[in-house]
């Protein structure tokens, strides 16, 4: 069997990763990654807001923190899905009252 014939190692810097170039000289390091809070949405809608509490006021539920926090979110959104949502709520269930089964 013939000997291998000596090369020359092969550079490539595209072949590195960011530490190593940093680590010689070769690249800066990178910007260190920000914990910013997501950015809030939009801001509610009073009208909107208004509407889904009057809309809750007509079926006669009563709000807790929790609704509060639910008709605002709510009020961010457009004024059709809104308006949709009170209608949801004043739209009355049919009356479903259990049928007798008469024995044979």
């Given at each position: 069997m013939p000997d291998p014939i000596p090369l020359r190692p092969r550079?490539?810097?595209?072949?590195?990763?960011?530490?190593?170039?940093?680590?010689l000289g070769r690249q800066e390091p990178p910007p260190a990654p920000t914990t910013a809070a997501p950015a809030p949405g939009p801001p509610a809608d009073d009208a909107d807001s208004a509407t889904l509490q009057a809309a809750l006021a007509d079926a006669g539920i009563t709000t807790t923190a929790e609704d509060q926090a639910a008709v605002a979110a709510l009020a961010r959104l457009d004024t059709a899905t809104v308006q949709a949502v009170a209608r949801w709520m004043k739209t009355k269930k049919p009356d479903t009252k259990p049928?007798?089964?008469?024995?044979?």
């Amino acid at each position: 069997m013939p000997d291998p014939i000596p090369l020359r190692p092969r550079r490539d810097d595209t072949a590195a990763d960011v530490r190593s170039l940093v680590q010689l000289g070769r690249q800066e390091p990178p910007p260190a990654p920000t914990t910013a809070a997501p950015a809030p949405g939009p801001p509610a809608d009073d009208a909107d807001s208004a509407t889904l509490q009057a809309a809750l006021a007509d079926a006669g539920i009563t709000t807790t923190a929790e609704d509060q926090a639910a008709v605002a979110a709510l009020a961010r959104l457009d004024t059709a899905t809104v308006q949709a949502v009170a209608r949801w709520m004043k739209t009355k269930k049919p009356d479903t009252k259990p049928t007798k089964q008469e024995a044979p």
